[in-house]
């Protein structure tokens, strides 16, 4: 299917693009035209600029990787050759897939289409593509070009993989050569011709997809069992520079305050041994106002950290250049990068901004568009709660800790959406947040509410009177009031928020113990 044709470009809805990317037609067919390292290249709406086989599932499956070195081979006999502006990689999973691919001889012909080895682990759907060309980034920027990525992993959602990649799709291994090949997604394999053979002819999909034989023929002679062997057998032992780190006798992990990967939470700061109880919230301003498919990527970027965030300056004022930043995804283990990451996904789409993407909202007592974790703590320095409006399917996506960690360091005491993702609304809940559900046939939108209001629910401040699933009342400064149903639907998830959140509950117990 062509993606990029008119008849079935939709229009962005409240966070993703609907069946496309809502281009004009009379924009469709523009080109890029730019210099890349002295020869000419062109962009067009769908242009691949990243082609990855990334370190996920599938590259432990030893067909799919032996199908894309055929793939690459099939491609090099015939004349054809990735453009050179296009970022290839190859990340396999395991140390094996590099043994079979050189038994094999396929690793030269991968390399000769630019699907080097890069790595061992997780790279581009994690965001750790790396910066593109130039040139490369300078022709999409500036003619607003909508650029692809294609990728082996697990994970496309927006702004994750590349700032300027918006379209990014999910292959297999052969299919992310094949389109590396064409330079497009916006291409019919079954009709339209992948390039140009040395012959003059134009060369199609079905002339360089491998048969099943060739594949299992492939796989049979050189996916060995001693591969496996020598590779791990090994495993436990680490290795020298691993087993020369130096580590303190102390049985107590030792803080490093100047560490910027690894912090020490405030989770447990100020913590009693008596339960802080059940309690609503009052007059709580809204920190940000959603609609439908908030995943948790919007909520917890796990790709690269912007230059000019607030995870950013947190770096740069201690000491990290921006080629040490790495990404969100790495620095988990320290909570201050983290909450400045908390919303700060490049493809936010809050309603405050009315229509503005990015990861800013409205400080609703000043008006003043700040970054998410800026206004977050403006809030919280003055003593007010905040809370979010969202749309159905809240928090979708992969399962991310953070994207409750997050929200809770910034002072978000509850979330009411049409609907939550399961996961996510038990996260939540384990951090202490209230999630409500509105009726259904309403939301934010149907009720008329702005986010510009204040909001107290009320809940009742013995845990003994709340139940699972129960009714709940919602008023606004502005005297709206409805009605919503609190997400807590176990008696355990009760007990956690009675506890603060899953964590103090926890120690609670243990020291009880």
């Known amino acids: 299917m062509k993606i990029f044709n008119y008849d079935i470009i939709g229009v962005y809805g409240s966070n993703i693009p609907i069946l496309g990317f809502a281009v004009p037609k009379e924009a469709q067919d523009k080109v890029a035209k730019f210099s890349f390292h002295g020869q000419p290249a062109e962009l067009r709406h769908g242009s691949v600029v990243i082609a990855a086989i990334t370190s996920c599932t599938n590259t432990s499956n030893p067909s799919v990787m032996l199908g894309a070195g055929l793939v690459a081979k099939k491609a090099c006999e015939l ?8 970022k290839t990689s190859l990340a396999p999973g395991s140390g094996v897939v590099t043994k079979y691919l050189l038994q094999s001889g396929l690793q030269e ?13 997780c790279t581009t759907c994690i965001g750790n593509s790396g910066e593109l060309d130039d040139s490369v980034a300078s022709a ?7 650029a692809s990525a294609v990728l082996s992993g697990n994970r496309n959602f927006e702004g994750r993989v590349h700032a300027l990649t918006r379209a990014n799709y999910l292959a297999s291994p052969p299919l992310v050569v094949a389109y590396a090949l064409a330079g497009t997604v916006d291409i019919d394999f079954d009709k339209e011709p992948i390039g140009t053979g040395k012959d003059g002819r134009s060369v199609y ?6 048969s099943t034989e060739e594949i299992a023929e492939a796989v049979q002679s050189s996916v060995l069992p001693d591969m496996f062997k020598s590779t791990y057998v090994a495993i436990t032992k680490g290795n020298p520079m691993w087993n020369q780190l130096s580590m303190p006798s102390s049985t107590m992990y030792s803080w490093d305050p100047n560490s910027t990967y690894i912090h020490e939470p405030p989770y447990f700061k100020n913590m009693t041994m008596e339960p802080p109880g059940a309690h609503g919230v009052k007059d709580a301003y809204c920190l940000l106002n959603f609609g439908d498919s908030i995943t948790t990527d919007h909520i917890s970027p796990a790709g690269s950290i912007h230059k000019d965030s607030p995870a950013a300056k947190y770096l740069l004022d201690r000491g990290v250049d921006r080629k040490d930043f790495n990404s969100y995804g790495s620095r988990r283990g320290n909570d201050e990068v983290m909450a400045r990451g908390t919303f700060a996904n490049i493809r936010l ?8 993407v990015g990861p800013k909202t409205v400080h609703v007592p000043t008006g003043e568009k700040l970054y998410v974790f800026d ?24 399962s991310r800790d953070w ?22 609304r038990s996260n ?25 209001e204040r909001y107290t629910i009320d809940l009742p401040s013995k845990i003994t009177d709340i139940r699972p699933g129960q009714d709940v009342t919602v008023t606004t400064d502005n005297g709206k009031s409805f009605t919503c149903t609190v997400r807590f639907d176990t008696e355990v998830e009760l007990a956690y928020f009675n506890n603060g959140g899953i964590l103090p509950y926890v120690i609670r117990n243990l020291i009880k113990q």
């Open 205 to 210: 999909f079905k002339d360089i997809w491998p």
């Open 79 to 86: 004349g054809l050759q990735v453009k050179p502006w296009i």
């Open 375 to 398: 206004a977050a703590m403006r809030y919280k320095d003055a003593g007010y709660d905040t809370i979010v409006l969202a749309g159905a399917e809240y928090g979708s996506g992969s």
């Open 140 to 146: 999409i920027s500036e003619n607003d070009i909508i």
């Open 403 to 424: 994207a409750a960690k997050g929200p809770m360091l910034l002072g978000v005491k509850a979330v009411i959406a049409k609907s939550f993702e399961r996961i996510h």
């Open 428 to 452: 939540l809940v384990g951090m202490g947040i209230i999630p409500l559900c509105f009726k259904s046939g309403e939301d934010a939108d149907t009720l008329g509410l702005t986010g510009h």
């Open 349 to 356: 789409v809050n309603k405050l901004l009315n229509g503005e």
């Open 109 to 121: 012909y991968l390399n000769k289409q630019g699907f080097h080895i890069v790595g061992y682990g």
